[in-house]
């Protein structure tokens, strides 16, 4: 089945450095990628979506110059976190989408942000 | 304003019964729903989907319920085993949003636990 992989599967951080987490689909082109965030007992809160080669479609109240989003190729998305501070600390779980429409999401295993 | 309720955080059941999940959603202009389940550290795996043209759609042990009257859907595993356990996730969708990406918007999840 496809597969995605997201790493890294946990970081810790001190408030004010960068995170970059990157999202690739192994065996298979996604058009698309989405990016998630969940709280505890939360349900997926949907961040941002990406296409291949055009800039991010970012979800209200989600800041674009803090979740710096780039997807270079079909295969490759990646999520910075910019001064991270301890209120980004969450769950954040990639997902990426091929051929045909509504293909069904494949989901990244999520990185563990903790930011101190 | 929850798009997609999952009501019960929780759901326990007996190996070999049937676990019925349920699901409601407001948004009329929903067309397409799945199921995912995830395992604690890992990313939602893709169940079993539906569109709103049926109303029922079966893989294996699994089966999909749809009454777009009450907007309701509800995830029938029959039988029930310990492995199921996890958390399912129902998913809604209403077809190409803005940028030309399709969003899913996501429940609560409801946590399965099936005892042996």
Not at chain 1, 20 to 44: G, H, N, V
Not at chain 2, 81 to 104: I, W
Request: proline share 5%.
């Amino acid at each position: 089945g496809a597969v995605v992989s997201q790493h890294p599967s946990w970081v810790i951080c001190k408030s004010g450095t960068s995170v970059k987490i990157e999202c690739r689909s192994l065996d298979f082109q996604a058009t698309t990628m989405f990016w998630y965030r969940q709280f505890p007992k939360q349900s997926l809160m949907l961040m941002a979506t990406s296409n291949e080669g055009s800039k991010a479609t970012y979800e209200q109240g989600v800041e674009k110059d803090k979740f710096l989003i780039n997807h270079a190729s079909l295969t490759l998305s990646t999520l910075t976190v910019t001064s991270a501070h301890p209120e980004d600390s969450s769950f954040y779980i990639c997902s990426a989408q091929g051929f045909p429409y509504r293909s069904p999401l494949h989901f990244g295993n999520g990185t563990r942000l903790t930011v101190t | 304003d929850q798009q997609v309720k999952q009501n019960s955080p929780s759901l326990s059941v007996q190996e070999g019964r049937i676990s019925i999940l349920n699901c409601d959603y407001t948004n009329s202009m929903f067309d397409y729903f799945l199921w995912y389940k995830k395992y604690p550290a890992e990313g939602p795996t893709f169940l079993i989907s539906i569109s709103s043209i049926k109303d029922k759609n079966e893989d294996g042990r699994f089966t999909v319920f749809l009454n777009k009257s009450a907007k309701h859907l509800s995830l029938h595993i029959v039988p029930s085993q310990p492995g199921d356990s996890a958390v399912y996730f129902c998913a809604a969708s209403g077809g190409y949003s803005e940028g030309g990406s399709e969003k899913l918007v996501f429940g609560k999840g409801t946590k399965l636990t099936v005892n042996p």
